[in-house]
T-cell receptor, first 114, second 114 residues
């Protein structure tokens, strides 16, 4: 079984500050890990994914995430927040034997203060 | 390429009715997955279809069913609607069947059950 825990359902940062969204996973097989973003009244858009190549993954809009097997973590960071980053962020896990079935964390709503 | 489209975008039904939602994947994508998103339960996997066959199924009652056509378009059906079925239903398509593939999400169908 796989599971994902996102610490902090709401995170607030000031514009220009570091963004750190936490994700821890549980998987009995090598995982594939994803971060998705959801803007109001829209579907999910992929930010980045880890598929067992480089452990530091760079995504769109300046986001990156580091896969740490020893900590079972895949935290999402961005050096400088922008107002347009305000959205809900979801971490998800899949694996080879799960097909395209994604198991999502509960989500983190990011608020950016001017 | 056109993105994933879902119809209708909004739907209002009453308890006991049934509903059919439609999803058109990105051209060339053979996998279609369905997810339910609610404030209380978050994003939950319903089922995945690949080349007209259901490959994975989430933990939902038999009232939830789906199918995929030869052109990869998919429908999901919910019979005997309950108030708790009110949710955003998201469809996602993927080019292949492996867990590392990116899934492309549609905008969703918002179902309200009165």
């Amino acid at each position: 079984a796989q599971s994902v825990t996102q610490l902090g359902s709401h995170v607030s940062v000031s514009e220009g500050a570091l963004v750190l969204l936490r994700c821890n996973y549980s998987s009995s097989v090598p995982p594939y890990l994803f971060w998705y973003v959801q803007y109001p009244n829209q579907g999910l858009q992929l930010l980045l994914k880890y598929t067992s190549a480089a452990t530091l993954v760079k995504g769109i809009n300046g986001f990156e995430a580091e896969f740490k097997k020893s900590e079972t973590s895949f935290h999402l960071t961005k050096p400088s927040a922008h107002m347009s980053d305000a959205a809900e962020y979801f971490c998800a896990v899949s694996s080879n034997n799960a097909g395209n079935m994604l198991t999502f964390g509960g989500g983190t709503r990011l608020m950016v203060k001017p | 390429k056109a993105g994933v489209t879902q119809t209708p975008r909004y739907l209002i039904k009453t308890r006991g009715q049934q509903v059919t939602l439609s999803c058109s994947p990105i051209s060339g994508h053979r996998s279609v997955s369905w997810y339910q998103q609610t404030p209380g339960q978050g994003l939950q996997f319903l089922f995945e279809y690949f080349s007209e066959t259901q490959r994975n199924k989430g933990n939902f009652p038999g009232r939830f069913s789906g199918r995929q056509f030869s052109n990869s378009r998919s429908e999901m059906n919910v019979s005997t609607l309950e108030l708790g079925d009110s949710a955003l239903y998201l469809c996602a398509s993927s080019p292949g069947g492996a867990g590392y593939n990116e899934q492309f999400f549609g905008p969703g169908t918002r179902l309200t059950v009165l």
